[in-house]
């Protein structure tokens, strides 16, 4: 990680382009910047960077603006000099093919935006997905001092005296409509309600999971998860997060300080117990990855085995990110967490996670974070299943899963890809029954490309219509953090690779036990052999561009999604440690 090796090469001095004469290149850079309005007392104070990533097409950074004053003004007050700076904006609903195909496009512009322009602290703001991921990626490439700012949650709507938010309950009554159980109508009105206010989605979904994980890593202030985007409380986190940065860019407490070991154990903790987005696995790999670590699913599994889920909000319970606020927010779940956790793990503010919950507020009453004796579900929110379908790894949200069909036995209803999934998956005539098994095949990162959220796969509406509720489904893609359902994801290898997926039949029966941790496709391998003979599966590849970059360094999800040119160049050890 890149780190000034002379005391001097700070602020406006950081990173000179180079004329064969240093000082010519800072008497250059400070006429230009001057030019904005700038004094030399301006000048020669710390610089922290602010990364921009407000957008007409990402709603859930919609108080951008308000986060950036709030920033600078906690900037100021401790004697930094602000600067702003715009990076790519990702939102989860406005970006083809998926958001995922351009996450590490937007850490390379974070990560070369921190490495080219002047800051000795970089305070990052976002919210929507993968956002939050692709800028702790950057950043922990950058390797200089940095902090992350989340933009916070939306508010909940109401729809007939029910609370709503997205989006959880935009499947739940999209599955109704689907059903024929809503007209319309009501379902037109309840599009009306499901996003009450910019910010990200109510629930623990990706960007929630992300936001609780930054607070567990120690990489943003204590507070940073919960408080709702449109209130005084965020802008308050905001401009604590200011004054903060520029402590950090002070005492050069880098990033590689703060992304340790024992902080991304307490992070996967933390996603256990919260019965977090199954998507924050990948992301945690991938910026693990850049910090050197590797990531260990059966030891991630085995905490899961003992990490109880705490949390009652949509998906595994009934809450909303505002009443996660309103009992405390995270300090409350890190309380109760505390025997599990690495309290010496150090945090931005310069003291360890243990010394920052003993200062927080006193504990009260609340109803929302479960104890470890009371837990919500008794395991974590996240199994890693393994078996001849999915040698590499597969995940399963067991905390948002149907409890009967933890156990399943049933015949594979097998589709091709996208297209023939959305070609068939209504038909009167589709071949499925309740007991069955789906199968959606090229849908993982290269296979898409981009590892969509398809996984979560609709009930076929014959049966939807019929009342079934949930089915096993399995894929080598992603689902959203707010969906629901007995759903088996990110199986390793996938299909486009050649992966066991690829060569799986309908009518093949498929094995599901999540007590045993397993996945297995209940097929010979020597007819798994001929039919990969029978009929190889050709690589992708395109002809130009990002996508070309895309196809040819893109990972599988057991390592990240990240590229491979963009992971840590020596490993330094294996995250959880066993």
């Not at 000048?43 to 602010?50: H, N, Q, S, T, W």
């Not at 206010?197 to 607070?215: D, L, N, Y």
């Not at 790999?285 to 003992?306: K, M, P, Q, S, W």
């Not at 969906?483 to 060569?503: K, N, Q, R």
Request: charged share 20%; with cysteine.
């Amino acid at each position: 990680m890149a780190q000034p090796d002379d005391p001097s090469d700070t602020g406006m001095r950081r990173g000179l382009t180079s004329y064969g004469d240093a000082d010519f290149s800072l008497f250059l850079r400070k006429a230009f910047i001057k030019g904005a309005g700038y004094t030399d007392a301006a000048l020669d104070r710390p610089v922290i960077g602010i990364s921009d990533t407000g957008s007409g097409y990402n709603p859930c950074h919609g108080n951008m603006a308000q986060l950036i004053e709030a920033v600078q003004r906690g900037v100021m007050l401790a004697g930094g000099l602000p600067v702003k700076f715009p990076t790519i904006s990702l939102h989860e609903s406005f970006a083809h093919p998926t958001s995922m195909y351009l996450r590490n496009l937007m850490s390379i512009d974070t990560e070369e935006m921190i490495r080219a322009q002047p800051m000795d602290a970089v305070v990052l703001i976002g919210g929507c997905d993968k956002t939050v991921p692709a800028q702790l990626m950057g950043a922990a490439s950058a390797g200089i001092p940095a902090l992350q700012l989340v933009t916070g949650s939306m508010l909940t709507g109401s729809h007939r005296g029910e609370t709503v938010g997205a989006c959880t309950d935009c499947r739940r009554y999209w599955g109704r409509y689907r059903a024929d159980q809503i007209d319309a109508q009501e379902i037109a009105a309840v599009n009306d309600q499901l996003v009450a206010s910019v910010g990200t989605c109510s629930v623990m979904g990706t960007a929630s999971t992300m936001a609780c994980i930054v607070e567990a890593l120690g990489i943003g202030v204590p507070g940073v998860a919960s408080p709702p985007a449109v209130t005084a409380g965020r802008l308050r986190v905001a401009e604590r997060s200011g004054a903060v940065a520029v402590q950090l860019a002070r005492s050069r407490l880098t990033i590689d300080k703060i992304l340790t070991a024992k902080a991304f154990e307490n992070a996967m903790r933390v996603l256990l117990a919260i019965g977090g987005s199954t998507n924050a696995i990948v992301h945690l790999t991938a910026i693990a990855g850049r910090c050197g670590f590797d990531v260990d699913l059966a030891a991630l599994d085995r905490l899961g085995r003992e990490t109880p889920v705490l949390l009652d909000l949509k998906p595994s319970g009934a809450h909303y990110m505002e009443d996660f606020h309103a009992a405390g927010g995270m300090t409350t779940l890190l309380r109760e967490l505390k025997p599990l956790l690495h309290l010496d793990a150090l945090t931005v503010t310069g003291r360890t996670l243990g010394e920052e919950l003993e200062a927080a507020a006193p504990p009260f009453h609340q109803t929302v974070v479960h104890t470890l004796a009371r837990p919500l579900y008794r395991e974590g929110g996240i199994a890693v299943l393994k078996g001849n379908l999915a040698p590499g790894g597969a995940i399963i949200k067991q905390s948002a899963a149907d409890p009967k069909l933890m156990e399943h036995e049933g015949r594979a209803v097998v589709f091709e890809g996208a297209a023939d999934l959305a070609r068939r998956i209504d038909a009167d005539d589709l071949d499925v029954h309740e007991g069955d098994v789906l199968v959606l095949k090229h849908i993982g990162p290269k296979g898409a490309p981009g590892m969509p959220e398809a996984g979560y796969i609709p009930i076929p509406r014959k049966l939807a219509r019929a009342g079934v509720k949930d089915i096993v489904r399995i894929s080598d893609g992603r689902m959203s953090g707010t969906a629901f359902g007995t759903i088996v994801l990110h199986v390793t290898p996938e299909s486009a690779v050649g992966g066991p997926l690829a060569h799986v039949r309908s009518g093949d029966r498929i094995r599901l036990s999540v007590s045993r941790r397993e996945i297995s496709l209940l097929v010979p391998d020597a007819e798994l052999a001929r039919r990969a003979q029978e009929r190889p599966v050709q690589p992708s590849s395109a002809e130009r561009g990002y996508r070309k970059l895309f196809l040819q360094s893109v990972t599988q999800a057991d390592q990240g999604v990240d590229f491979d040119f963009l992971r840590a160049p020596r490993t330094i050890g294996r995250v959880p440690k066993d």
